[in-house]
């Protein structure tokens, strides 16, 4: 076998992800969000563009109608897809790969739909000139106890000569990765192969080391780049964080503003937020005072149209804004850029970072996030808490403007976000994790207004008002309702 000979690529789809209970219960593991991509996707997109592979074989099971959903007949990504049902994920991957037998009857590639490869060296693995029987990617690393969560592989020349799968005892630094290249001898070998004492099923890593025993050439392929096996939840929010920090520097940041008659105040937040992002949106609500006028001057772009209330004014600019990150900020300069810094590194290892202002030592004297205030955003955020709990929320402010949202995860939630008043404010909190995604709250500086009166709880009236309607929302939510 050669490079040239290899015709199809194949993406294993079919498991449930148990281990990345509870969000594989709503979605399929290969379809977990990296860096605002579905794994299963960066996946293809290796076998497309690296290996030059058009025909995709995707083995489905488990939520498998969200895969086809997702591909459909692959069109939309320049390739062919054609799907196989496995009707029992727990046989494993060797003998999902048999259900393809009749369509695989040339080489192929395969790569397990559940794995992040990052600026890795697929393209290179193989030579025109390259004769060998089956192949397997191996990354060396010094996380030795990856080496246990995958497989363990041992190297003579360029021939594999031992596989392991989960090894106890690590005798090298070669991770062995879901990346392989197959002639259709991987069926008969899969057949004489028996099932693993420990799992009990029949395990590719066996399959590929009877060919081993066959004397049949098995190749390693020296990967180069990041590489993260996804089979928690902890193990995304790793590969999240991952991916963003070495891309943040591309990523461009918007501070969206909403505005109703703050020319007291406007200008200070614009000078503020504007030389360490870059843009900042103004959302005015037409006002009747020089808060556009002045927004402008200190650099800001103002977006004056009719809305509202402050959640449409929010939704407004947010809309507008053009930045991968967006964050949300109040025009009375009650929160500061020198909690920017914060917000943004924590953005690398979440969907949406949120501020709370109930920190008693980050109050400052004189801001109305007194007793009462303090203490219903408390009552609300725990309420949020208890009643999805099963996302893991930790909530002390529900009122907190100051927060971060990635656009991708505003784009997947924003039809679902209506509240057009103070309520806006918990039910972005509640979409986000409606949506499965990842919420952390930090603790910001919260100051006395420059100008102005809070229009939400500046009297027991108004505080009475707002929390009523983010409850109403709540219940609504919860009830599924909205």
Known sequence: MNRAAIRFG????????????PKTHFIPKVMLEVGGKPLLQRNLEILRDQFGLTEIVVIVGHLGEQIRAFLGDGSRFQ??????ECADPAIG???????????????FVTILGDELYLGSNHARLLRDDDTFDAACAVLQTSALDTIRKNYAVSIDGDRIVGLEEKPERIVNDLLGCGTYVFDPSIFAAIERTA??????RIELTDA??????????????????????INSIEDQNSANYLVRNLEFSTYKVSVVIPAWNEEGSIGYVVRDFAPLVHEV??????????????????????????????GDALRCGIDHATGDLIVLVEADHS????????????????DMVIGTRTTRQMIEQGTNMHGIVRWANVMVGKLIEALWWSQEPRFTDVGCTYRAIWRDVWTKIRPRVLGIGPEFSPELMIEVLRDHRRVIEIPVSYYRRVAGTSKHSAGFTQLARTALRMLRLIVRKRLGRD
């Open 281 to 310: 949106v103004v959302a005015d609500n037409r006002s009747t005072d020089k808060t556009a006028e002045i927004a402008r001057a200190c650099g800001a772009r103002v977006v004056t149209t009719s809305l509202k209330g402050y």
């Open 93 to 107: 991957l060797a003998r999902g790969l048999m259900l393809a037998r009749s369509i695989l009857v040339a080489p």
């Open 335 to 350: 929160f500061r850029a020198k909690d920017l810094g914060k917000l943004l590194e924590f953005a690398k290892d979440a």
């Open 195 to 200: 099932p693993s004492p420990r799992s009990g």
């Open 10 to 21: 194949v993406l294993p789809a079919a498991g449930r992800g148990v281990r990345a209970w």
């Open 79 to 84: 390739v062919r897809v054609t799907y196989v």
């Open 208 to 229: 590929i080391a009877t060919l081993v025993r066959d004397g049949k050439h098995v190749k390693p392929l020296h990967l180069t780049g990041s590489y993260v096996n």
